[in-house]
């Protein structure tokens, strides 16, 4: 792999030199200050790796000073915030500092995991210039990962340099000062070794489905290579669906459920219909299983934004009600966590296991190369999504609106697995406006839902002001789903241009010359 | 972003050490700070060892670049926007642009996505540079010495905010270089108080351990955190931060 570009230049501190000698290697070159020594370190990161996406890495250190440091990647500059203890899981949760608003907007609603962990130490120093001021920071480092695969390299043995604001010349004369005295250059920086280390490395997840096929291989062997792979993804999702760690885990796995029955429909007359057929009752079963948990997240998300519309004496009323939803939430996700444990859910994995990695192909089609399977199923999907967006009138009932959302759907799935068959910028624009469309269909969606779960509410003992309260949040709501439905029109008009059918027909009508 | 300037139309006041010494505490609290030494003489900056001195002197204040002349200090979470000797002609400068009152604000807004917090510490004068300041900042924090002509000073300040038509600026006052053995400071300090509602109850002690931050040079709470002044700073700070 080649060496990652980063701003805070590390060094391998060669296996036959002492503590002392580097010690006095970095004295006689430069002019260093003892600041103590860290004993161990902690990588933390949200499951979809938002921070190092974002070009950040956030490393905790332990015990009594604990502290949060952010480091960002393009030029190695550090946020340091204190800590009472360890990193609560939330950074909404967190006490004001640099690191917190700075991490705290780009984590939103998903919980910081530890990575990876390092014992040892890791000496630090100031390196000063004639002044007496501070120009640069180092870290020679002894560390082990903690629980290391057998046979992979665990002793991370550094001098990490860290630049400050502003004194970029400085930080290049210590990093000349290195080189010169003998350390050779680190070929991955210390997170990314650590990470080997544990066989793991840097954004091993996204939300993102990416899969290369091979235009020629037959749909059969595609087809299970695409839901061997949702079935990873969904597994991956589970233990966090599990423990309720932050709602994105349920909302993934659900993805990776609705990507798989989408798969399901669209391969039947690949892997045979009837084969099929008990595997698609389970994922709709699990579908249904695992939604009413994720409405209860997504209204509780939502809460507070609702809240707006309140005056204090409701919001007062409403405040009993959200415990209420947090009771009804804790609730289905127990009833949740019991199935994903249960034998049953368990003995349907295994079934679907066996089914994906065996057998032969029943279906008529399961011998096509892919790329025609693909243009088969795309150009359907699209045709009947326009055939049902242009059928919607204004008197057409909201459940058709909801229809079409789901075909819309359908229609991006499939373009996300065979993306990598089709022309890079073309397909990435026919997705692009599908999505404009569905995030209108979604708004509308999530309006629905909301007005829903309100109701239900009101079921419960509720009191006259909540009570009251519910109807203006439901009047509020509905008020706005009659602007988003009005509008809806214009919005699939802006989706039936002449120029999009042309670019869906280029890219996915059979018999066109690829 | 809040913007705080540290100003008085008199020098002398301990003006550069509460400046100092509030970003200090600022960082301290967990705010991302930057203190912009705005003094040609630099003593903010030579209290940080940083040497005053802004690549392109005072034209960068009108360029984009300006954010490139920050430099850390040794202390984690405070930055400083050295001074340059090419400050004393900022006013000039100012005076040429066509938004004059309003220029070194447009400057100031360039760090707003990476600071929860500027401290201003301005020269003393009343100028074109003030205005600027005072246009530029959503508190103005002015030390005041507990002397007659301080008064005079207060009365001096207060009318040219009400002519600048900057009433809506946040004005606090605290004293400064505060000596509780001198009956004038005590009877001043209870009259002032007594009678305005913009002065903060944290006074600031004339303090030989203040003075020895030439010597040191690094913020007092760094080398005498148990002192009456440093705890007298960590105290004004809070008020200030607590401050609408």
Known sequence: ?514 | MRVIALYSIKGGVGKTAAAVNLAWQSARHGCRTLLWDLDPQGAASWYFRIRPTLAGGVRTVLKKRLVDGVRATDYPGLDLLPADFTYRNLDLLLDAQKKRRRTLAKATDRFAGDYDCLLLDCAPSISLVSENVFRSADLLLHPLVPSTLSVRTLEQLVEFLRESGLDDLRLLNFFSMVDRRRKLHRDLMDTLGAHRGDVLATTIPNASVVERMGVERRPVGEYAPRSAAAVAYRKLWEEVDAAP
């Open chain 1, 1 to 514: 792999m080649a060496a990652a570009r980063t701003g805070a230049p590390e060094f391998v501190v060669p296996v036959d030199w002492s503590r002392a000698r580097v010690r006095r290697q970095l004295a006689e070159r430069l002019n260093i200050r003892d600041e103590g020594v860290d004993r161990a370190l902690v990588f933390y990161d949200t499951f979809d790796w938002l921070l190092h996406r974002a070009g950040y890495a956030l490393e905790f250190v332990p015990g009594n000073d604990a502290l949060a440091r952010l480091i960002r990647l393009s030029d190695g500059l550090v946020q340091a915030q204190n800590l009472d203890g360890d990193p609560p899981a939330f950074m909404r949760d967190w006490p004001r500092g640099p690191v917190k608003t700075v991490a705290g907007e780009l984590t939103d609603v998903r919980a910081l995991l530890p990575l990876v962990r390092l014992s040892g130490s890791a000496d630090r120093f100031a390196v000063l210039n004639r002044e007496g001021k501070t120009v640069c920071r180092l870290s020679v480092d002894k560390w082990q990962v903690d629980n290391a695969s057998a046979g992979a390299e665990s002793t991370l043995s550094r001098v990490r340099v860290v630049p400050l604001r502003g004194w970029r010349e400085e930080a290049d004369a210590v990093v000349a000062a290195l080189a010169d005295a003998g350390f050779p250059s680190a070929a991955t920086p210390t997170l990314d070794a650590a990470l080997a280390a544990i066989g793991r490395q840097v954004r091993d997840y996204s939300q993102k489905f990416r899969m290369s096929l091979s235009p020629n291989r037959d749909a059969a062997g595609t087809a299970r290579d695409i839901l061997l792979r949702l079935f990873d993804d969904m597994q991956r999702n589970e233990e966090g669906t599990k423990r309720d760690i932050d709602p994105e885990f349920l909302h993934d796995y659900r993805v990776a459920v609705r990507r798989t029955r989408s798969a399901l429909a669209a391969f039947r007359d690949v892997l045979g219909d009837q084969v099929l057929d008990p595997h698609r009752k389970a994922f709709r079963n699990l579908g249904r299983l695992t939604g009413n948990k994720r409405n209860l997240d997504v209204h509780l998300l939502d809460f507070d934004r609702h809240l707006l519309l309140l005056d204090d004496e409701q919001r007062a009323a409403v405040a009993e009600l959200r415990r209420v939803l947090e009771t009804q939430c804790r609730h289905a996700g127990e009833q949740l966590a019991a199935h994903l444990k249960s034998a049953d859910y368990r003995a349907f994995k295994r079934r679907y296991r066996t089914f994906l990695e065996g057998g032969t192909a029943s279906g008529p089609s399961a011998a096509v190369p892919v790329r025609d399977f693909a243009d088969r199923v795309l150009w359907k999907s699209y045709r009947r999504i326009l055939k049902d967006g242009r059928a919607i009138g204004a008197k057409s009932p909201d459940e058709a609106l909801h229809e079409l959302r789901k075909r819309g759907k359908q229609f991006r799935y499939l373009m996300e697995f065979f993306q990598s068959l089709y022309p890079v910028k073309p397909m990435k624009a026919a997705i692009a406006e599908l999505k404009r469309l569905q995030d209108q269909l979604g708004v509308f969606q999530d309006q629905s839902v909301q007005i829903e779960t309100l109701e239900s509410l009101r079921a419960g003992d509720a009191g006259d002001v909540a009570s009251k309260a519910i109807d203006r949040l439901v009047a509020g709501i509905a008020a706005q789903q009659r602007d988003t439905r009005a509008h809806f029109a214009e919005h699939f008009a802006r989706f039936d241009t002449k120029a999009n059918r042309t670019r869906y027909a280029s890219l996915f009508k059979p018999g066109k010359h690829h």
